[in-house]
């Protein structure tokens, strides 16, 4: 049987031209206007020693990544499947420095299962990060910028719930909930899976018990906040959890935001606030995001840290399509074509040379319009049916 060598993988795709054009153009708009606010572009590689890579990132990363034995080293590598714990490694241990800092990135990643039936398992991921500083005004200006960058991309946030993992961390301590319970009920709590939740805490002790059964419910506005201080009367970690979570939703009054407390997507990542941005037409989260203070410590360095990142290429199929732009055919050579063409590029304007023995048309190569030489002086014209 013939190997058809044109395919790929599952779940991985290539990229054809009007995708790509939106893709590239959606990567310049967001990377300026992250560079607007001082956020800084690295470019961490795409490989890297596992014990650096999975640092702080917990099991379910370890899952999702592509590892390979280094022919170099002997030692094993992965394929990174999340860039933020890179660029996490880099304000640790390359930049060093005291104060805040800001740094944006832009690249593939790889996962060794899609995260849905029709993701890809090769996202293209942006994002800001934001070190050095533990207030929550780093927060409000994190959230704000993953809400602008929406806007650039033409999908407005339609909703940013906000969570917390110290309410669940919370409950799991005062219940001595052993690791392997703990992420059972993590799994669960993310699937919204109440009959498996009511199983698993069947031998939880009262009030732990009852408030892991409720967690699912705090969902929504104000009356969330409220529900879960209820949970555990004067549990000190829920109060504080709760105070920032209010404070929060304060500073962002003009943006949709709502409240999720069994949101516990990137859990042994998180170390506080969470948030989910959702929009119109896309049945899940579109952008993700929190704080992950402890990741920075095991590079030597312990740093308050707070981010979000996407996949662009979710973001740009969301994106209202707009017109390719169409291109001018030039002839194969002329008196002053050569001048008259690099003046059409300086413009802006795409100009495609004939080349000798084209085969189909120029419609076809996105041509429109051709430069005609009409009494010496050079014009473009529009082509009339098919060239």
Known sequence: M???????????EDVLPSEARRLE????????????????????????????????????????????????????????????????RIDAHLLNRKGVARLCYCGSVLHTLPSGLTATREPLQIGAELYGHAGIEADVEVIRLLAQSLE???????RIDLGHVGVFRALSLRGGLEAELEQELFAVLQAKDVPGLRELVRDVEEPVRSALLALPECYGGQEALALVLKLVPGDAEIGQAVNELRRLSAEL????????????????????????AYCAGHP?????????????????????????SMDLREVSQLEAASASPRAILAPAGGT??????????????????????HEGTWSEAGCDRQLVLRSGIWTVEKIQGEV
Do not use: C, N
Not at 2 to 12: A, C, D, G, V, Y
Not at 284 to 307: C, M, N, Q, S, W
């Open 152 to 158: 650039i991309a033409g999908v407005k946030a339609s």
């Open 253 to 276: 009054a003009d943006l949709p935001v709502s409240f999720d407390l069994a949101d516990l997507r990137g859990y042994h990542y998180h170390s506080g606030v969470v948030f989910a």
């Open 2 to 12: 013939t190997m058809r060598r044109w395919l790929l993988p599952e779940s991985i």
């Open 336 to 357: 002053g074509l050569r001048e008259e063409v690099k003046k059409l590029r300086a413009k802006g304007q795409i100009v495609i040379e004939a080349l000798p023995g």
């Open 25 to 88: 153009r959606l990567r310049r708009a967001l990377l300026d206007e992250f560079g607007l606010h001082g956020y800084e572009l690295v470019m961490p590689p795409l490989l890297e020693y596992v014990e650096s890579l999975l640092t702080g990132s917990g099991h379910d990363m370890d899952l999702r990544t592509f590892k390979l034995v280094d022919q170099l080293s002997g030692r094993t590598m992965g394929i990174r499947a999340d860039i933020t714990p890179q660029v996490a």
């Open 284 to 308: 899940g989260a579109i952008a993700l995001g929190g704080r992950y203070d402890k990741v920075g410590k095991a590079f030597g360095r312990g740093r308050p840290a707070t981010g979000f």
